[in-house]
């Protein structure tokens, strides 16, 4: 079992930054992939960004590729997201997400780790 607890949240103008954390507890061997999602009113989840600790491979979706960055700190047990240039599109909430399998599922052209979730935490950008 595993426990994801999402911080970071906040409401910027837009070209500002904000970085994003999430605390996990649990398995070790079920965070091997973990990412970030994010889901606007209306719309559909989509992947953010993800990371492989088998290795070190990550994913970033097109929208956000050259303005956020994912990182994992495996010794304090917190993934990041950190995020910058932010615009209002980037408006959403945003979950953390975990699961076992790594490789193309976790990395891929359709990352899709999401075996455990976060509560997610609320990003706005305004103009």
């Known amino acids: 079992q595993v426990q994801l607890v999402e911080s970071g949240g906040d409401s910027v103008q837009a070209g500002g930054s904000l970085r994003l954390s999430c605390t996990f507890f649990?398995?070790?061997?079920?965070?091997?992939?973990m990412g970030w999602f994010r889901q606007a009113p209306g719309q559909m989840r989509e992947a953010v960004a993800t990371i492989d600790d088998s290795d070190g491979s990550t994913y970033y979706a097109v929208s956000v590729k050259g303005r956020f960055t994912i990182s994992k700190d495996n010794a304090k047990n917190t993934l990041y997201l950190q995020m910058n240039s932010l615009k209002p599109e980037d408006t959403a909430m945003y979950y953390c997400?975990?699961?076992?399998?790594?490789?193309?599922?976790?990395?891929?052209?359709?990352?899709?780790?999401?075996?455990?979730w976060g509560q997610g935490t609320q990003v706005t950008v305004s103009v």
């Open positions: 997400a975990a699961d076992p399998v790594t490789g193309e599922y976790c990395t891929g052209a359709r990352p899709r780790p999401s075996h455990y």
């Open positions: 649990g398995n070790p061997y079920s965070t091997n992939c």
